[in-house]
């Protein structure tokens, strides 16, 4: 089955966007099944960002945990370091930025000071 434009709707990122919200928090940060999870959100921010901008804050705050925790691993040589994780939030975070536009993106980091 195609669904085509449709799934942009509000009726179809209202089903989709909570459940993989709800997994996102469910995981951990060092979880690898955070990743594919965070591809696929990813891969709808830029088509979706209307939908989406409700919970950029969200999404930017739970980015930067990943990133902070992960690149401590590193400095640290912790074994445990995960470039992988690094790679996909930073993926995340710059796809947020490009379809929310820099005026969004300012306004954002203005609430979270």
């Given at each position: 089955m195609w669904i085509g434009p449709a799934i942009g709707t509000p009726e179809y990122m209202n089903a989709i966007l909570p459940p993989l919200f709800t997994k996102w928090m469910e995981l951990?940060?060092?979880d690898r099944e955070l990743l594919p999870l965070l591809e696929c959100v990813s891969c709808m921010v830029p088509r979706f960002a209307m939908h989406i901008a409700m919970h950029a804050e969200g999404i930017y705050t739970q980015c930067l945990k990943i990133?902070?925790?992960?690149?401590?691993?590193?400095?640290?040589?912790?074994?445990?370091?995960?470039?992988?994780?690094?790679?996909?939030?930073?993926?995340?975070?710059?796809?947020?930025?490009?379809?929310?536009?820099?005026?969004?993106?300012?306004?954002?980091?203005?609430?979270?000071?």
């Open positions: 951990g940060e060092m990133l902070s925790i992960h690149l401590q691993l590193q400095q640290a040589n912790d074994p445990k370091y995960d470039r992988d994780f690094v790679i996909v939030a930073l993926d995340l975070v710059g796809g947020l930025g490009e379809a929310l536009g820099k005026r969004a993106v300012d306004e954002m980091l203005e609430g979270l000071t």
